[in-house]
């Protein structure tokens, strides 16, 4: 069963408390008419809280949303607001290492594979050399 709040709905539920959207059966409109899609905010001071948000996307030169939010999640406490950036900072930090890590892990295979490929070769130039030296040994005979 699917729901259409308007924005005045919407509102009077979030401040009773008593029936809080859930974003698969519920669909909200924006101040510009359309249908609301629900998203994640990122910021510090809402790290990962998701909201409804403006289905038109957000261009660096001209602000094309509407602005509209309407908030799904509780608002977070404090103590979380200020670990949870701290986390995802580490995280992302970590991923980059591992990112960097991976390239170095293909150069060296890259650099194992031409090693071996050397020494493919000098086995052949020694093993050539002996028969080399084995054959001047035996004509000096």
């Keep these: 069963m699917c ?74 406490c404090e103590r979380s607001k200020s670990i949870i950036p701290g986390l995802l900072r580490s995280i992302n930090k970590l991923k980059t290492e591992v990112g960097k890590l991976k390239e170095e892990n293909q150069m060296f295979k890259y650099d194992i594979g031409k090693i071996k490929e050397e020494k493919s070769k000098l086995k052949l130039y020694l093993i050539c050399s002996w028969v080399f030296f084995g054959f001047v040994f035996f004509l000096m005979k």
């Design 3 to 76: 729901f259409i709040f308007s924005l005045n709905r919407y509102l009077l539920l979030l401040k009773s408390k008593s029936c809080l959207p859930n974003s698969k059966s519920t669909m909200v409109r924006c101040f510009c008419g359309q249908m609301a899609i629900v998203r994640t905010a990122w910021t510090d001071k809402n790290p990962g809280r998701r909201f409804w948000g403006c289905p038109k996307e957000v261009s660096i030169d001209v602000d094309s949303t509407c602005g509209f939010v309407g908030w799904i999640d509780p608002q977070m």
